[in-house]
Structure formats: C-alpha cells, structure tokens
C-alpha cells in the first residue's frame, strides 16, 4: 500500500515542479547563457596523468515529463572544463584541461580510473553494460555520480546499478570518512542546487529535498563509488562564473569534486 | 721392472742427485768424450760410404764409447733416507662412516693388517692413528667405522705437532679422501712442510659414484617474511641413471611445498634446479630437500638435506613519498594493501603546502614531509620517492636519502615521473651516487607514451619479478602484459647494478625499466615508470600480476633490512665434533658501529637445553661480537642475542642452527683422488691406488723428516746400462750388413 502512495506523492510534486520549471525556464536560461564555445582548449592535446572522463549512457524510455530530462550531456562540456581549470589551479595534480567521454561498450573506459556520470538518475544499462561498470569498480577505477534527484530518479538509478552491484549496501557516507578530509574538511555541507532552482530560494528538485553524499564501498571499504544525490555539483561548476549563481555553493561543489578525486587516486 | 733395469725404484731416482763415486773429475769425462769425438771423426774420413751412412756409424761407434768410459766413472745417486729403526711412522687410518661404503675400511684394514703393517714394522716402529672426528692415537684398529665426521686435517696437525718431540719419518694415509672437517687447508700443508714429513696416501673407494644420486647443496634465504616467495637452488649429480626421471621435492613436515620430475643428465654431471615456493606462516621451519631414490641406487643417503629457514613474522615500514597525486600511489597502495607483511605509509603532495598522509602512526608523524632526523627517517626499512624534484628536498634530506640505504642498511626505489630521476634533477644531487643508473642531465627523458616490458636473461631468472612459478610460464606472462602508462629514460646501469627488465616504447627502442644494486649496507632500485597501474587497469580484475609484481618487489626491498642487531651463525649445520660460530653485529642508535655493547646471547636446544653466552668484541672488526659454542647434542637450536649500551637495549635478534651428526658421511662419498694427490705431491709423499702398495716401504725410506743419513748408491751396475751397451753394439753390426759395411 505504501509504494503506489509514494509515486503518487512524487509525481504530484514532479508535475508542480514542471510546472514551476515550464514557466521560469525562459527567464534562467537569459542569465545563464550558453557560450556555444566546444572547440577544445589551449593544451587539452598534452599528455596528462589525470583526464576527467564523462559516462556517456544509455537513457530510460520516458514518456511525458521525464522524456525532458536526463541525458549523459547535461551540462556537457563547460562544466567539466570549467571545473578542470580549478582542478589545476587548487591541487598539483597533472590534469588535461579537456574532458574525455567513454561508454561501458568499448574498454576504453579502463584507461580512465576516474569517471563522472550526471543524472544517472536516468540511465538505463543493460546488463552488459552494468557488468562492465562493476569489473570498471573491481580493477580498481572510481565512479562519481551527480545530478540526480528525488525518489523517482533514486530508483532508477538504482535500478541500474543494482544489476551489478547488489551484493553490498549504498551507505551514507560517514562526516570523518577520508573523502571529505583528504584536502579540504567538508563536515558542513550544504545542499548545491542546480540553475532551475534560480533564485535560489529553494535548494532542492522534485522531493529530493535532503542532499546525501552516499557510497558504495569495496569489500576492503574503499568508496568506489561516490553518489551525490539531491544536489547539482555540474551546474555549480558550469556557472562558477557567473555572477547570478552563488559562490558559496560553486566553491563546495568544487571542494566536494577535488576531494574526491585526490581519494579515488590515493585509496 | 724399473726397479730391475736400474737397481732401485723410480722415486731414488727422483729424490736422488747424480754423483759419480770414482771420484775423477768430471771435466776430464768431458774431454775424454770430446777426444773419443775426435778419433772417430779421423778414422772415418776415408770411408767409401755416403756421408749420412759414415755419420751414422761414427755416432753409435761415439754412443758406445762415451756410454763404457761414463761407467768408468761410476755413476752413482745420493740419496736421504730414514735410519731403520730410529724413526717413527705414523700411520693414519680413516674411521669415518664413509669409510663403509664399497667396503673401504675392510681393504683398507687388510691392507694394514696383512702386509702393510707388518712391512712397516720390520723397519721402523710404527704409530698407529684413526682419522674420524677428533684424532686419536691407538692400539688396534676398530672392527668397523662409526666416526661421524672425517677430519683428516685434524689428524695431521697433530702428528706435525708431536714431530718437535718424536722423530717422525713419514706419515702413511689409508682413506678415502672424502674430508669434512675443513681443516686441510693450507696452514696443515704448511705445518706437514716445516716438519719436512711426507704423506704418502693409499686412496680407497670408487674414484666416481655409480649408480647414485646425490643432493650436494641446497641453498636458500635464511630468513624471510611470511608468505614470501623464496628461491632453492638445489645442487645435484648422479651416475648410472642418465635419462631417467626423478622427482624432486620440498616438504615442510608433511606438507609439500614444490615438487619437480627431473630429467637426469649425463653421468658425473653437476646440475642445479631451482624451485620456488611460498614460505608459509610465521616460525622457524625445517625444510627437508629431497630426491626420491632410484631402484638400484647404492646410496639413498645422500638424496636429502635439511634446511632451516626464519620465517619471521615482522611487518617492515615502508614510506612512500609522492610529489603529486598519481594512479601510481592509488595502485601501489592497493597492491600492497592486500599483503599483511608490509605497512605502507605514504606522503603526498596534494597542494603546494599540504600534504595527504597515509598509514601514519600518529597525528603528527611526518606532519612536515619527508623527514629530516635520522630517529624519524631510519624507523623506516624501505623508502619509495616518487614523482618529485630532488631540489624540493633541503641538502640535509638529500644526504638523510643516501645515508638511509648506505648506513642504515634500508632499500629505497626511485620511481619514474615528469619530475623524477632525471627530469627532477636528481642527477645532480649527492643521491645520484647511490643510484644504479648513470641518469641523462637533461629534460624530456619521461614520456607519457606506451611501452611494453621485457625481462632481461637476469630478470628471467630473479624471484623478483616471478609472477608465474615456472620460469617459462613467467616470461610468457610478462610479454602478455599491458603497456606501461608511461617510461623514462634512465641513462646506462652503472657497473655491478643489475637491469632486471626494459621498457620497449617501439621498434628498436629499449630503456631499462627495473634496475638494482646493492648501496653501502642497503639496496637500490630504480623503476623507471609511473604507470604500472595500466596492469591493473587492463586486466581482468581478477588477475594478480600487478599485485604479485609490487608485492614482491617491496618484500625485496624492505623483507631483508637489518636492525640495531644481526645475528648470524656461520653455518646453518655443524656436525657433533665441531663449535659454532655465533656472531653479532650491532649498531648504536646512530645505525654506527656500537663498540662498547655488551651482547647476551640465550641458546635453547632439543631436550630443554638452555645455555647463555657473552659474546665478545671480535678483532679487527667494530661493532661485531663473537663466541663458538658447542651444541650439546644434535637437533635444532634456537640463540637469541640481546644487545644493551649501558642500561639501554640497543636491540635482540634470533638465528637457529643445527647441529647434526654423521650426516655430512653420506654426501660426497666418492674417493676424493685429487685431494690426495695433492697432500702428497705438496708434502713429498706419493698417492698410491692399494694395489700399488708394493714399494710403498722402499719409498719410505727416501725421506728428509726424522733421523736420517745421506747415502750413495751405485747406478753403474744396473742392467740397464750392459743392456744398452749390448743393444748398440748390435744395433751396429745389424746396420753394417746392411750397408755392406762390414
């Protein structure tokens, strides 16, 4: 009984979300413009130690307002570059300022320990796919999830992941876990809302109103995989700078990023 | 016969000079014999005959004229020989257990009892000894040999010390030659040649084994970490049983550890095969070696050893310093995180000015970096320096790097990186000394480009780089390996390092890879890459090579670093008649020798046998301790050295031995000929096979030890000489008729 309450819960909060969103979309997408500018950037042809790899993945079948969202692309590529020219900045890892996207067809993928996955609240991998992404997690590479929010998204995200990796528990992730101490101590954390959200009254999407850094862990502990769900570090990244989204959420989605890369190459 | 032709045996004519008893000078033989010359010369002019033929009859005519005036002059040979009687001779008898093989000591004891003896007696008084683990002097021989040991050097030391009270003529050795008792060395040769005391040695058993197979050595790391991989190399031989199969095999108790069908090679062929295998848990283990005997084989003795291995449960500290963050460390620590004997601390620089620690002990250990104190750097075994300039550390560091390997006896790795070895500028700093490659003064020498690896013939034969148990198996794995991330190129290996393996970036193209080199007490290696981690990356995640590789590497590195105290036995085995040698090397807090230590060292043995011993200062030699101690009766035997400087302990270190008796009996058993032959040539004395005894008393005699006197016996009379006289005359009158000369 308590599961066709909750999707009717949620869909009512998507559909007023939609709503809110159908109106104001016009609006935030004037103050956060697309540059238009892909080519790729000074230096990206260098030969690097870190790349910073993006999930390209198939999506869910979804009809009405869920045909609208979730796509491997989203906010593909400023955010990564943008993020990238931090990355540099604030750390000494050797980083090449240009995303590299890799899919769970192909074994390019091994050649990428790290890689980020948005809204994989609607992905949809098939079993092969998933197989793959588990012996990606098993050699040892590291997956960082964003940009997925709500329940609907959880469980299809979940869904997913599930087919591979059902044999250990998602956990939240403790506040004196490594990952949030290796360079920056992030114990106060806030929820980093995506530009729909402008004004930024309001944090959170659909009734994802909670941020959870959660994991999966190894079976020797290790997060493997990092899930920041009900939060938005790409659009924090993308609109770093500019000056209609918020610094302070900008600022922890890249402290979140940075640190959890240092630990995907140090555990 | 020799002795029939020309009066007495070979060995007078060999120790003997020439003299001539008449007493006339020797230049007027000269000049008889250039007069002789010169009538012939005369009366031969005017012959009818070639000139070949006309000097040919002149020369025989000469020969037999010159040979009847030398006989006027009576040859004659001066010789030394013993006074009867007056001289004792020591005869040596081998007792040990070796000596029942092919019934030696049966021979032997006829060969005494029925002739020799006898023979030696109408002459000379005679001593009799027993060469077996200490030397005795005795009245009768014992019916059959049990001496556990041969010590044949023993024995004739201590006849050449009685010869100051004794008149020894001559020293007579029945055995087999097959010493183990160490002590025939040149200070015994020495000792025998003051007293001017020849020995003559009659050699007894096969000269090669037959129908045996024999495990001469078997040699392998005395201590090690658990579940390390460690390397035997056994030495064998064997006759009679070329090309057959036989099973070699390593068992600790019941449990088999490795196990090998061997083909046998050809007969008196010395092989070796080497096995790997796993040490187990810790505890000190006896590992019995062993070849399954053969049907038919004479002596299924010698087919097993026994050897002792520490397995010790210490967990060495590795520090690891990382310039910048790098899949490398993420891998590295991975791997070696799955191994419980090693515990990785590692530094890295994730910022200008901070630094992530891992594996830290406390909150402030190593809070500033790499160390700059040797109380802070030297409680490490091992230390890795990664992706770093060598300017980034102060001089102080740079020389605490070096001292590290070169004092404290650590191993430090030197890893490939954009701003490691050469590229980092570590070419010119006071670490470059310690590394085993010349490194290039320039840039530009890492590159982030593919590249295979290849094991040197060195590296194909190194427990190193064993992923694989068998050799074959192991080299096809390393060629199926993924690419390198990245190489470096390190510039040549410097002489006595050793390449274990190299990167080919491309056709034509190959750098060392993995080079190592022993540096002052410690070890050095160079890996000239950072991006082992594609082998785990591109491989099932299920594969172990990559964890095998650093695992294995870093249990070199840091498996055999010593402490404040070593201590070491000599031998791993001694045998009942024999002391160990315990020794100790300690260093003060400094990791310098420590001179005024005082070192206790507990013995437990079989039975509940407890002993303590103090060991002291050994001469010449700072900071090292010694004592012999004599294991009471055989079995395995425990010694733990604690050393103290004042009231503080400096450290303790244990080292098992065994004592075994009898053993060492059933291993090299043939007649060792060309030891005797040596001793005797060496000494003056003659090596005989028993059934060449005849002279052997005759020989005696000619001897320069004891009472002697000079004598001169005539040669001139030999029948040698008539019979050469006869022959040329009628060598003559056959070559006139022929010539028509007569």
Excluded at chain 2, 484 to 510: C, F, M, N, S, W
Excluded at chain 2, 518 to 544: E, F, K, S
Excluded at chain 2, 642 to 664: K, N, P, Q
Excluded at chain 2, 704 to 723: D, H, K, Q, S, Y
Aim: a neutral charge; aromatic letters at 10%; hydrophobic letters at 40%.
């Amino acid at each position: 009984m308590r599961r066709p309450v909750g999707v009717l819960s949620a869909a009512l909060v998507l559909a007023g979300s939609l709503f809110a969103f159908q109106r104001g979309y016009g609006n935030i997408r004037r103050l956060f413009p697309d540059t238009g500018n892909d080519s790729p950037p000074p230096g990206s042809q260098e030969k690097t130690e870190f790349y910073f790899a993006r999930l390209r993945y198939p999506n869910i079948r979804a009809s009405g307002i869920w045909a609208m969202r979730g796509s491997w692309t989203v906010d593909y590529p400023k955010a990564d570059r943008q993020f990238l020219q931090g990355l540099v900045r604030l750390t000494r890892i050797h980083a090449n300022p240009m995303e590299r996207v890799v899919d769970l067809i192909g074994d390019e993928i091994f050649n990428y320990p790290f890689v980020y996955v948005v809204e994989p609240g609607h992905w949809d991998l098939p079993d092969s796919q998933a197989r793959k992404l588990r012996e990606f997690i098993d050699r040892g590479g590291f997956l960082f999830t964003d940009d997925f929010h709500g329940t609907f998204e959880w469980e299809l995200f979940t869904a997913s992941l599930n087919k591979a990796f059902a044999d250990r528990p998602i956990v939240d992730i403790e506040d004196d876990d490594p990952i949030f101490h290796v360079l920056y101590d992030l114990d106060h954390r806030m929820q980093v809302p995506g530009i729909v959200n402008y004004p930024f009254q309001r944090t959170f999407e659909y009734d994802g109103i909670e941020p959870k850094w959660r994991a999966w862990r190894d079976a020797k502990g290790r997060i493997a995989i990092g899930i920041c769900f009900n939060m938005d570090q790409g659009d924090a990244w993308e609109w770093a700078d500019n000056p209609h989204y918020p610094e302070k959420y900008a600022s922890q989605a890249y402290r979140t990023a940075i640190n959890y890369i240092l630990y995907a190459m140090t555990h | 016969m020799f002795e029939f032709l020309f009066n007495y045996p070979l060995a007078v004519y060999q120790k003997g000079t020439f003299v001539f008893s008449s007493g006339w000078p020797a230049a007027a033989l000269a000049a008889g014999l250039l007069a002789m010359a010169a009538l012939l010369a005369w009366l031969f002019r005017r012959r009818r005959l070639p000139v070949k033929r006309t000097l040919a009859l002149a020369a025989i005519e000469w020969s037999l004229l010159a040979l009847l005036l030398l006989l006027l002059w009576r040859p004659a040979l001066s010789v030394t020989v013993l006074k009867p009687q007056q001289n004792v001779i020591a005869v040596v008898v081998d007792t040990s257990r070796s000596m029942a093989l092919e019934q030696r000591y049966r021979q032997a004891l006829a060969l005494y009892e029925e002739r020799l003896g006898g023979d030696l007696k109408k002459r000379f008084p005679v001593r009799l000894y027993q060469a077996g683990e200490a030397p005795a002097r005795v009245d009768r021989l014992p019916a059959e040999p049990a001496a556990q040991r041969t010590d044949l050097g023993a024995a004739l030391r201590h006849i050449a010390s009685e010869s100051s009270l004794l008149p020894v003529g001559a020293v007579v050795l029945l055995t087999d030659g097959a010493d183990n008792g160490g002590n025939l060395g040149p200070e015994t040769i020495e000792a025998l040649r003051r007293a001017r005391i020849p020995v003559h040695a009659v050699g007894f058993g096969s000269e090669r084994i037959t129908q045996d197979i024999e495990i001469l050595d078997a040699d392998l790391p005395a201590r090690v970490l658990p579940s390390s991989r460690l390397l035997l190399t056994a030495t064998l031989r064997q006759s009679g049983f070329r090309g057959r199969t036989a099973r070699l095999t390593v068992r600790d108790g019941d449990r088999v550890l490795a196990q090998r069908d061997v083909r046998l090679p050809a007969d008196g062929e010395t092989w070796r095969e080497t096995l790997s295998l796993n040490a187990g848990g810790a505890g000190v283990k006896t590992l019995d070696i062993a070849v399954q005997p053969m049907e038919g084989e004479t002596n299924p003795r010698n087919n097993r050893v026994e050897r002792l291995v520490d397995v010790r449960g210490r967990k060495p500290r590795i520090l690891y310093f990382e310039g910048e963050p790098r899949w490398e460390m993420k891998f590295l620590r991975r791997a070696v995180e799955e191994d419980p004997q090693l515990d990785l601390t590692s530094i890295v620089r994730t910022t200008e000015n901070r630094f992530y620690r891992q594996g830290i002990r406390s909150p402030q250990e190593l809070e500033r970096g790499l160390p700059s104190t040797v109380g802070e750097l030297f409680a490490f075994q091992a230390l890795i320096i990664g992706n770093v300039e060598a300017g980034y550390f102060t001089p102080v560091q740079q020389n605490l790097i070096r001292e590290f390997a070169d004092r404290r006896g650590g191993g430090v790795l030197f890893l490939g990186g954009r701003a490691a070895l050469g590229d980092g500028g570590w070419q010119r700093s006071p670490v470059a000394e310690m590394l085993p490659v010349s490194l290039p003064d320039r840039k530009g020498a890492f590159r982030r480009q593919p590249a295979t690896v290849e094991l040197t013939r060195a590296g194909a034969e190194s427990l190193l780089l064993r992923i694989e148990e068998d050799p074959e198996k192991n080299a096809a794995r390393w060629k199926a390996l993924p690419y390198l991330a990245d190489y470096q190129e390190t510039g040549q290996p410097k002489p006595g390092a050793t390449v274990l393996a190299e990167a080919i970036p491309g056709v034509r193209l190959r750098h060392p890879l993995l080079v190592t080199q022993n540096y002052g007490r410690g070890r050095v290696a160079v890996l000239a890459t950072g991006g082992t981690w594609r082998w785990q990356m591109a491989q099932d995640a299920r594969d172990q090579s990559h964890e095998i590789f650093w695992q294995q590497l870093l249990r070199w590195l840091a498996g055999a670093v010593e402490e404040h105290v070593t201590l070491l036995a000599t031998r791993q085995t001694y045998s009942g008649g024999e002391a160990a040698v315990i020794r100790a090397e300690v260093r003060d807090r400094n990791y310098l020798p420590a001179t005024s230590a005082v070192v206790s060292v507990h013995l437990l043995g079989p039975g509940g046998i407890r002993d303590t011993i103090e060991l002291a200062p050994a001469r010449g030699e700072p900071g090292v301790y010694e004592a012999r101690w004599r294991a009471p009766r055989p079995g395995a035997y425990l010694a733990e050295a604690i050393a103290r400087e004042g009231l503080e302990e400096l450290g303790r270190d244990t080292v098992t031995f065994r004592r075994e008796d009898g053993s060492e009996e059933f291993f090299r058993t043939e007649q060792d000929r060309r030891l005797l032959e040596r001793l005797a040539q060496q000494t003056g004395g003659r090596y005989y096979r028993p059934s060449e005894t005849g002279d052997l008393v005759k020989e005696i005699e000619l001897s320069e030890a004891g009472i002697t006197v000079r004598e001169t016996r005539p040669v001139w009379n030999a029948p040698a000489a008539f019979l050469l006289l006869a022959g040329l005359k009628t060598f003559e009158w056959l070559v006139r008729r022929r010539w028509g000369a007569v």
